[in-house]
Nanobody, 127 residues
Framework: QVQLVESGGGLVQAGDSLRLSCAAS????????MAWFRQAPGKEREFVAG????????RYADSVKGRFTISRDNAKNAMYLQMNSLKPEDTGIYYC????????????????????WGQGTHVTVSS
């Protein structure tokens, strides 16, 4: 089992930066591929970025490439999302997700590929 808790959301202006954190507990964290998803009001949950358990492979949605950076620290049981040059369209609830037992370089991009989820943290970007 893996329990996930997000933090770091808030209200910012366009062009600002935020750093989201995901604190994980559970024995399988270091084996889990992890990802950030987001959900805007009235829209489906979408993939933002993902990282393998070793951190040696990452993947980003086209909409955030060059602006967001995903990282993890297995020693601290934590994952991060550094978000720079934020835009109003980045507004939404950001969720941390984890999945264990996958091949080393696996990063899923669909919500139903992940078994473990946090409660989400709100990010609002004003124009």
């Amino acid at each position: 089992q893996v329990q996930l808790v997000e933090s770091g959301g808030g209200l910012v202006q366009a062009g600002d930066s935020l750093r989201l954190s995901c604190a994980a507990s559970g024995r399988t964290f270091s084996w889990a591929s992890m990802a950030w998803f987001r959900q805007a009001p009235g829209k489906e949950r979408e993939f933002v970025a993902g990282i393998t358990w070793s951190g040696d492979n990452t993947r980003y949605a086209d909409s955030v490439k060059g602006r967001f950076t995903i990282s993890r620290d297995n020693a601290k049981n934590a994952m991060y999302l550094q978000m720079n040059s934020l835009k109003p369209e980045d507004t939404g609830i950001y969720y941390c997700a984890a999945e264990s037992g996958r091949p080393r370089f696996w990063i899923g991009v669909r919500p139903n590929e992940y078994d473990y989820w946090g409660q989400g943290t709100h990010v609002t970007v004003s124009s």
